[in-house]
C-alpha cells in the first residue's frame, strides 16, 4: 500500500547550519507529495508541494525535489534558524477522489542559536 | 477565504466521561473532512473521513465515532472515554479536484484524559 518513510529525529542543529530530512515514498501511480510543519502547540501548516516528478516545492527558504527516479522528496535547507524548530511531516496524495494523505511518522528539528 | 475551526483547543476529562469535539469549516462546500490523532512521540493517525454528509469512514476500531451532520461540521465522540484517547486531534479538510491538493488543518484539541 502506499506509504511514506522519514527519517528517525530528532534532529538537533546549530543556527546557519544545512539541513536535511529525509522522506521517501510507496505508491502507485503518481502522487503528489507534500511537507507540513507543526510548530509548538499547533496544528500543521503546509511548506511546500510538488505535483509531479523533478518539480521542485520551496518555501521560507525550504526546498523539496521530487525526484521519481528514487522515489524521494527530501527537504532541506541551507541556513536554519531557532524559528525553524518544529515537528516536520512528509506526505502523499495519489489523488483519488477521498483526496487522503498518507503521512510520515515527522521529524522533531531543533535549532539551537 | 476559507478557514476551519476546532475547539475546544483543550481539554481534561475524566476515564469513562463523555467527549464531543467539534470542527466547522468556512468558504468552501463540499469539503472532505478528516479527524486525525496525535500521540505523544507519535505520528499522525486517520480516525475518520467524511466525503459527504452522513457518510463517515473509520479507518481504525476505536472508542470513538464521529459524525457529519451538515457538510461543513464534523463531530468526534465519544460515550466514555479511556485513558488512551489522551492525545492532540486535528480536524482538517480538502478539495478534490482543485488543483491545490493536501489538505487545510485546524489548530487541534490536546485531549487529557485522567
Known amino acids: 500500500g502506499d506509504s511514506v518513510t522519514q527519517m528517525e529525529g530528532p534532529v538537533t542543529l546549530s543556527e546557519e547550519a544545512f539541513l536535511t530530512i529525509n522522506c521517501t515514498y510507496t505508491?502507485?501511480?503518481?502522487?503528489?507529495l507534500f511537507w507540513y510543519v507543526q510548530y509548538p502547540g499547533e496544528g500543521l501548516q503546509l511548506l511546500l508541494k510538488?505535483?509531479?516528478?523533478?518539480d521542485k516545492g520551496s518555501n521560507k527558504g525550504f526546498e523539496a525535489t521530487y525526484r521519481k527516479e528514487t522515489t524521494s522528496f527530501h527537504l532541506e535547507k541551507g541556513s536554519v534558524q531557532v524559528s525553524d524548530s518544529a515537528v516536520y511531516f512528509c506526505a502523499l496524495d495519489r489523488g483519488s477522489t477521498l483526496g487522503r494523505l498518507y503521512f510520515g511518522r515527522g521529524t522533531q528539528l531543533t535549532v539551537w542559536p | 477565504s476559507q478557514t476551519i475551526h476546532q475547539w475546544p483547543a483543550t481539554l481534561v476529562q475524566p476515564v469513562g466521561s463523555p467527549l464531543s469535539l467539534e470542527c466547522t469549516v468556512e468558504?468552501?462546500?463540499?469539503?472532505?473532512l478528516y479527524w486525525y490523532r496525535q500521540a505523544a512521540g507519535r505520528g499522525l493517525q486517520l480516525l475518520f473521513y467524511s466525503v459527504g454528509i452522513g457518510q463517515i469512514s473509520s479507518e481504525v476500531p476505536q472508542n470513538l465515532s464521529a459524525s457529519r451532520p451538515q457538510d461543513r461540521q464534523f463531530i468526534l465522540s465519544s460515550k466514555k472515554l479511556l485513558l488512551s484517547d489522551s492525545g492532540f486531534y486535528l480536524c482538517a479538510w480538502s478539495i478534490y479536484g482543485q488543483g491545490i491538493g493536501g489538505y487545510t488543518f485546524g489548530s487541534g484539541t490536546r485531549l487529557t484524559v485522567v
Open positions: 468558504g468552501t462546500s463540499n469539503p472532505n
Open positions: 510538488a505535483t509531479k516528478a523533478d
Open positions: 505508491a502507485t501511480g503518481y502522487p503528489s
